[in-house]
Structures are given as structure tokens and as C-alpha cells.
């Protein structure tokens, strides 16, 4: 990049480049002939001509700048004029030319400029001064006083102006290539024309007075023309300034104004002293969905959700005490619809200009999104999501703060129930999950009706609920709940186009008790519960301490169990199943036994409950059927017509590798499949789980025979029971039972009966108990059956006495 030319004109047209030169030659000339005229002058008029050019180009220095113009007044023109006046053209145009090289200095860096603009002030000079000096000398001549002088000088001034604009514009114009109008340099060089008359003014009164006052008025007038040009300077200074700042001001206050008009946020100036809104922006009113007007009617706090009034209120108490800078409460909005927008609202204080007043800027946002968002995370965490009930967890805190408020407070005591639907799983297993989700929905919504508003009722999972009742005085009070709690469950619910009634063990415990945690009261409840449990079903029971040991108990039987198979305590009796026409031996159902070393023969209800919640009943299931098979197979060497019936329990089913199991027991005896029939319940084949329907399938192709034992107890629909692959079905013991009793001619055994044939199942009856019994089955038909009357569980080598009396009847 080479370095640009002194006398550097790329930007100039060719005809601003020649004026320029001719301009710049013509001054020269102008200023050459003016040091010449004025090297004429003696040494004095030399020095005074001097030293007023000096002085034009020092206050030349000093420009005052007119406020809102580009241009600036100068004091030079005086002591221009001034040298005009008392020593001719040549003294004027050197002062002009050096108050223009000085000013042209100032305010630019371009050489072009510098050169240029003293020329041309001295050409105009040389021409207006020259022009001015004959008209002078024509008006001494004639005659004229100093006022005509003073009138020569004004007009002198006006040409002067007109002179030196017109020639600059001329190069602006030429420069540009465009046209200048007279209005556009009248507009431009006005106060250049009102400098040019004040200075000529000044000049011609300094010049009267010089030659009436001598030297000394020059004297004194420089320091008072120096004074008056300060102090204008600053008065324009400070005009500016003023200026610069109420610019500023609007500027922020359109900037304010808009930003507060536009934001996408709510903003609002609220008075500090009674809440009315002075201005509300757009998305203010939107928020809340009312007009400007509205707002701008009422106050914040008439705006706010009358339940958090009290929180804006400690706001803004807090903000206006100076403690604290801005405020940030969230509170509900009320919408013109009547609902409530949550707003998070940031309120600062604003002073007015005297600092008197003061308002409230506030800044709203809806927050309603991330407040539903926080409600539902709250309310999943704290609830189930099936019933809506509180959750365990909620549970939890709920029962901790209770024990806390007992401890402050030793006589508001409380309950806690445990509650646990009696045949809930056959309703699940039976008629799927489905209707049992739909069952534990109405159950929840029947039992929140019958408690009061402060009772907290909770799902702590599966069909267990709990409820936790405040300021139970009597133990009474929480038994007359539970047996109302009862009463409300036998009314049937309506599940799909079926009628299903429930009951509950209920299981009940204080707060007198003592407790310290959560954790130990649904303890203690739910123990409670199995206590009702064991009383039969719809039952409820208190909590006391030897309960636990009753659970401890349970837990020490657990373990003993899990030892007993593997120590061979557990056995099999065996009853038999006769033809009811006429009472032969068809077979035998295998009923397991434990022999308990301490406590001696145990039931089947006391371990295979136990067994199904552990999962033992698998392994004690196989052993069973292997032991049943094995007992079969030495009981049939005389013939294969012997047959054996064994229980099998749904989690057995439900094992993958049950098939194999009853292949492998069959294989292993020695026996024939048709040999074998195996019960299962009617609940387990409702559940219609394909895995246990195709188990069940193999099992059958195999020619294992299926029978549903206590038939009649579930709900298995008569199209469902046509599809399903089973042989036989077995008789539900509560239903022979009632047979016997008054007016009760077995209607319902009939019906099952009529079912069975319809369905081509065979039907047996289980039970039978009394000679009466055993009579109505004969007279419906009934083929096969069992009982105490026709013989009790034996054990095995009784069993084979019985086989060895009887001749066996084949089914
Ligand atoms: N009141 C009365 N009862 C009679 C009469 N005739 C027979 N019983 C009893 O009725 C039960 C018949 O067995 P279940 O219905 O399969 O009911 C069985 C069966 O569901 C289950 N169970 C027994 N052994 C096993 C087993 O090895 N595996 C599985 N999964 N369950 C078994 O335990 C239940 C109870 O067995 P047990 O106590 O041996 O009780 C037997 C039997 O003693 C009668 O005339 N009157």
C-alpha cells in the first residue's frame, strides 16, 4: 500500500479538482498581496494589524459551539472587521485567512482542506473588503456619519457571508456533483451570518469608540469580548448538555417504554400506596385474560388468589422495609375465566424523579405448566396411580407425623387398620387383572366414602390397603369402623355383567402402643390381620403383643418347613374315592401330612399356605407327585386300574418345568398317564394365562386326567369352561355340605350336575359327610365321591388294606 499524497483529491470530481487549484491560487495571490499592501504600513499600524490577526486566529481557536447547529460562533469576525476597519483590506484578509488556516487546522486533518479554506476566506475578504473600503471612502466623501459607516459595515457583513458560503458550497457541490440550493445554505450558514453581523455590529461600535476613546477601548474590550464569548460558551455548553441529556432521557424512556410494552413477560407499575395499577403491558393482561382497563381498574392485590394474599403481602411489607432489594413470591393470578394462573412475580421498587413516590415494577410469568408439572411429579410420587389413594410412601410420612404429634400431644391418639381383601386373588385369577384393577378402583372409592375427610386410606400395594384414623379415643371407635368397613363390602360391585361381593380382614393397632416408627405400626397391623385372617374370612382383630409372637412363630415354622422335606417329616395319607351307587374303590386322593417332631401331625392348612407364599410348594408339590406315583405303581402290580388324584397349586402350573416334572414322576413309577389325575383350582384356570393353558394341554394329551377341585367357589363362565382341557369337575365341599340341611334339596349340586352333562365333564362330589348327603347325590346320579362317611384320610398301609378288601371300579 504506497502512502496517500500530501494534496491527496480521489475523492474530488475534476471540477472540484480544478476549483480547488484556482481557489487555492487565487488565495495565494490574495494573501501575497496583502502582506505586501500590508509591508507598506509603519512599524505601529504593521504591529497593531499584527496582533489583531493574531488575536482573530487565537479566539479562532476557541470556536462556541451553537447548540443543534454544525457550525460555530466565533469571536474572530470582531477583531476581523475590526482590522478592516482600522487598517484596511490587506489587515482583513490576513485575518481572515489565518482565523480560516486555524480553523480549517481544528477541525480537519486533510491538507486539501487546510489550504483551501484559508483561500478561500481570503478571496472573499480581498473582494468584500475591497468593494467595502470604496463605498466608504464614497460615503466620507459625501459626508456621512458613523451611523451610515456602521450600516456600510452590516450590509459589508451580509455580502461577506454571502461571499465566503457560496464559494464553499460551490466546492461541497462540485465535490458531491450535485447541486447546492440557496435554502439548503441558508439553513446550513445561518449562524454563520448571524456571527458576521454580531461581529460587524461589535467591530463598528469598538471602531467608533477607538476613535473617540483611544487604544484603551481595545484594550479593555479584548478581556470583555473574551469574557462574553466564555460565558457563551458555556451557556451553550450547558444548552447542550441539557439537550444531549433530555435526549438521553426520552431515549431510555421510548427504550422503557417499549421494552415494557413488548415484553414477552408480564410487567407492571403497581403504586406502592394502595396497589393500583398505573400501566400493565400486553402479555400482563393476557396472562389474566382481562382488557387494560380492568387492570388498570383494580389493585394487585384484589388481582391475587385470596389464599395467597398473605404471601404477596409479606412481599411487599419486606421490599418497602429496605431489607431487601426485589421480591420473588409465587402466587395464583385470577383469570376473568375464574381460574388461577400461577404467577412468579418479581417486584422492585421504583422512585419517581424526586425520589417522593414510590411504585412497584412488577414482573409476572406464568409458571402454571411448571407448577402442574411439580403438582403431578408430587402427586405420582405420593399416590397410586391405580386407586389415586396415597402411596406407602405418603403412608409413611403421614403415620411418622402422627407419632410425632402423639409424642407432643399424648391424648390425640390414632389407629391404623390394615386391610386385606379375603377373596381378592380369586377374583384376579378368575377374571383377570383387569377386572381386579377395576375391583381395587371401586373399593378404594367405597371406602373413602364412609371416612371422614382428615382419615387417610392408603394402597401400600397388591389388594392391601391401609388407613390411618386421627383422634380415635376408644378402641371401640375403630371397631365399629372396621364392622361398618365390612357391612359397605358385602354389597355386590358390578364388574363388566358380573355381581362379585368381597370381604376384608382387618387388622387394627394404636398409637398407645408406643410406637417410633412407621415401619413397626404397619407391622404390628398387618399381624393384626392374619390374626383376623385366621378367624375365617370378614373377620377383624386388635393388635397385642402376643401376636408376636405368633409371628415369630410363623417364621420359625418357615425355616422347620424348609428342613422338613429334606428330613423326610413329610408324608402322604390317602382317601379313598368310591363309586357312589355302590360303594367300590376307584382310587385315591394324595393329601400331604408333617410330621412335626415337636408338635406332631400338621394339617395341610397350617404348611401349604405357608409353602405357596415362600415358593416351597414347588419342590414339596414334585415330591408329592413323585411319592404318589411311586405308592400307585406298588399298589397297582395286581393291574393298572388303580387311580390317584394329587393337588397341584398354581405356582406349580405356573413353573415351566412342571410338564416335565409329571413325565418324569409317571416314567420313573413305572405307571400309565390315564393313571393320574391331577386337581387343580378353579381359580388357577380362570386366571387363563396361556402358559398354564398349554401346560395344562400337554398334560392332558399326555392322558393325564384334569379335575377342578372346589368347583363352584370361582366364576369360571360356562363358554370359558366348554373350551377348557378338563375331564372332570369336583364339587366344592360348602355345596354338599348344605344338602343336608333343612329345605336345602341340592338345587345348586343339581345344577352343577346338569352342567357337567352339558358339558361333558364328569362330576364328582367331595365332602360327603352324612348318609343324607350321600343319598341326594346317588338320587342326581353322581358317580363318584368321597367323604368322612365313605372314609377318612388313611395313611398308606391302611390304604393298602382298603385296596386289598375292595375290587377296583375303573372310571
Ligand atoms: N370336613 C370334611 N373334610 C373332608 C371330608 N372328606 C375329605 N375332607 C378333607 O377335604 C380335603 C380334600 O382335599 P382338597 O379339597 O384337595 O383340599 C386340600 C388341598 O387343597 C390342600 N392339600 C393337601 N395336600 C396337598 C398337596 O400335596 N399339594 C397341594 N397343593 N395342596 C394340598 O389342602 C387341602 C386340605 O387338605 P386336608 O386337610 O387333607 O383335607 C382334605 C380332606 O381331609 C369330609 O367329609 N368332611
Redesign the pocket.
Known amino acids: 500500500m504506497g502512502s496517500r499524497p500530501l494534496i491527496d483529491m480521489q475523492d474530488y470530481s475534476p471540477a472540484a479538482r480544478a476549483y480547488w487549484w484556482i481557489v487555492a491560487g487565487l488565495g495565494t495571490v490574495a494573501i501575497a498581496y496583502s502582506l505586501a499592501t500590508l509591508a507598506r504600513l509603519d512599524n505601529s499600524s504593521l504591529i497593531q494589524a499584527l496582533v489583531l490577526a493574531a488575536i482573530a486566529a487565537v479566539v479562532g481557536l476557541f470556536p462556541v459551539r451553537i447548540p443543534g447547529a454544525k457550525t460555530s460562533l466565533g469571536g474572530a469576525e470582531i477583531f476581523i472587521f475590526l482590522a478592516l476597519l482600522l487598517y484596511g483590506p490587506a489587515a482583513a484578509v490576513l485575518a481572515a485567512a489565518l482565523e480560516g488556516a486555524v480553523g480549517a487546522w481544528r477541525t480537519s486533518k486533510r491538507a486539501t482542506s487546510r489550504i483551501v479554506t484559508p483561500s478561500l476566506a481570503a478571496i472573499a475578504m480581498l473582494i468584500c473588503a475591497k468593494a467595502f473600503e470604496m463605498s466608504r471612502d464614497q460615503l466620507m466623501a459625501a459626508g456621512f456619519n458613523s451611523g451610515a459607516l456602521m450600516g456600510a459595515l452590516l450590509v459589508f457583513s451580509l455580502v461577506l457571508f454571502a461571499a465566503n458560503t457560496v464559494l464553499t458550497s460551490m466546492l461541497f457541490a462540485l465535490k458531491k456533483r450535485e447541486a447546492v440550493t440557496p435554502f439548503q445554505w441558508v439553513v446550513e450558514f445561518r449562524w454563520i451570518a448571524l456571527a458576521y453581523i454580531s461581529g460587524a455590529s461589535i467591530a463598528g461600535l469598538l471602531y467608533v469608540s477607538f476613535q473617540h476613546f483611544g487604544l484603551a477601548v481595545l484594550l479593555v474590550s479584548v478581556p470583555v469580548i473574551a469574557m462574553f464569548l466564555t460565558t457563551l460558551h458555556s451557556y451553550f455548553q450547558r444548552m447542550e448538555d441539557d439537550e444531549r441529556h433530555m435526549s438521553e432521557l426520552k431515549e431510555s424512556e421510548s427504550r422503557f417504554h417499549s421494552a415494557f410494552t413488548h415484553a414477552a413477560i408480564g410487567m407492571g407499575l403497581v403504586s406502592a400506596e394502595d396497589g393500583r395499577f398505573i400501566q400493565a403491558n400486553k402479555a400482563f393482561c393476557e396472562m389474566l385474560g382481562r382488557p387494560a382497563n380492568d387492570l388498570l381498574a383494580a389493585n394487585l392485590h384484589s388481582l391475587v388468589h385470596p389464599d395467597d394474599r398473605r404471601i404477596l403481602n409479606t412481599a411487599v411489607t419486606e421490599l418497602r422495609s429496605g431489607a431487601v432489594a426485589t421480591v420473588h413470591p409465587e402466587v395464583r393470578g385470577l383469570h376473568r375465566e375464574g381460574h388461577g394462573v400461577w404467577m412468579s412475580l418479581n417486584i422492585s421498587l421504583a422512585r419517581d424523579w424526586q425520589f417522593r413516590t414510590h411504585n412497584l415494577i412488577v414482573q409476572a410469568q406464568d409458571i402454571s405448566a411448571r407448577r402442574r408439572a411439580e403438582a403431578e411429579l408430587y402427586h405420582n410420587a405420593y399416590h397410586d396411580s391405580l386407586t389415586q389413594l396415597a402411596n406407602r410412601t405418603h403412608f409413611d410420612e403421614q403415620l411418622n407425623r402422627a407419632i410425632a404429634r402423639v409424642k407432643r400431644h399424648a391424648e390425640q391418639r390414632f389407629a391404623v387398620m390394615y386391610l386385606d381383601f379375603d377373596r381378592f386373588k380369586m377374583v384376579n385369577d378368575s377374571l383377570g387383572h383387569k377386572a381386579g384393577d377395576e375391583l381395587l378402583v371401586h373399593l378404594a372409592k367405597r371406602l373413602k366414602a364412609i371416612l371422614r375427610p382428615t382419615d387417610v386410606l392408603a394402597r401400600l400395594g397388591g389388594d392391601e390397603f391401609a388407613l390411618l384414623l386421627e383422634d380415635v379415643h376408644k378402641e371401640r371407635d375403630a371397631a365399629d369402623l372396621a364392622e361398618r368397613i365390612q357391612r359397605e363390602l358385602q354389597k355386590p360391585f358390578r364388574l363388566g355383567a358380573m355381581d362379585v361381593s368381597i370381604s376384608a380382614s382387618i387388622g387394627i393397632t394404636f398409637s398407645t402402643i408406643g410406637y417410633e416408627s412407621s415401619d413397626q405400626i404397619i407391622r404390628d397391623a398387618d399381624i393384626a390381620m392374619y390374626k383376623a385372617k385366621s378367624k375365617g374370612k370378614a373377620q377383624y382383630a386388635m393388635f397385642d403383643a402376643s401376636l408376636h409372637q405368633h409371628v415369630a412363630e410363623q417364621l420359625l415354622l418357615e425355616s422347620e418347613l424348609r428342613r422338613a422335606l429334606g428330613a423326610g417329616e413329610i408324608y ?2 390317602y ?1 379313598p374315592i368310591y363309586t357312589l351307587k355302590d360303594k367300590r374303590l376307584n382310587g385315591f ?4 401330612r408333617w410330621r412335626h417332631p415337636e408338635r406332631g401331625i400338621m ?3 397350617t404348611f ?1 399356605p405357608l409353602a405357596e407364599e415362600t415358593g416351597l ?1 414347588v419342590p ?2 414334585n415330591w ?1 407327585l413323585r411319592e404318589a406315583c411311586r405308592q400307585m405303581r406298588e399298589w397297582s402290580k395286581g393291574g393298572d386300574g388303580l387311580r390317584m388324584s ?4 398354581s405356582l ?1 402350573l405356573n413353573d415351566h418345568e412342571f410338564v416335565g416334572q409329571v413325565q418324569r414322576a409317571i416314567a420313573e413309577a413305572g405307571i400309565l398317564p390315564t393313571q393320574l389325575t391331577l ?1 387343580v ?1 378353579e381359580s388357577i384356570l380362570m386366571n387363563g394365562a396361556p402358559e398354564t393353558l398349554a401346560a395344562l394341554t400337554s398334560l392332558r394329551d399326555m392322558g393325564v386326567t384334569l379335575s377342578i ?2 368347583f363352584g367357589t370361582g366364576y369360571s363362565s360356562l363358554s370359558y369352561l366348554a373350551k377348557l382341557p378338563i375331564d372332570q369337575l369336583k364339587v366344592d ?1 360348602s355345596f354338599i355340605e348344605k344338602m343336608g340341611e333343612e329345605g336345602d334339596n341340592g338345587e345348586i349340586v343339581r345344577a352343577i350336575f346338569t352342567l357337567g352333562q352339558a358339558l361333558s365333564k364328569q362330576v364328582f362330589a ?4 352324612t348318609a343324607k348327603q350321600l343319598s341326594l347325590l346317588q338320587e342326581l346320579g353322581c358317580e363318584f365321591g ?4 365313605l372314609s ?2 388313611v395313611n398308606a398301609e391302611r390304604a393298602g388294606g382298603i385296596l386289598a378288601e375292595h375290587a377296583l371300579v375303573t372310571a
Not at 646 to 649: E, L, T
Not at 786 to 789: I, K, N
Request: aromatic share 2%; proline share 6%; glycine share 8%.
Open positions: 402322604l395319607d382317601q386322593e394324595a393329601l400331604a394339617e395341610p392348612a401349604i410348594i414339596l408339590g408329592v394329587v393337588n397341584v397349586s406349580q386337581e383350582t377341585d372346589d365341599r367331595e365332602g360327603i359327610e368321597q367323604g368322612f362317611l377318612h384320610p
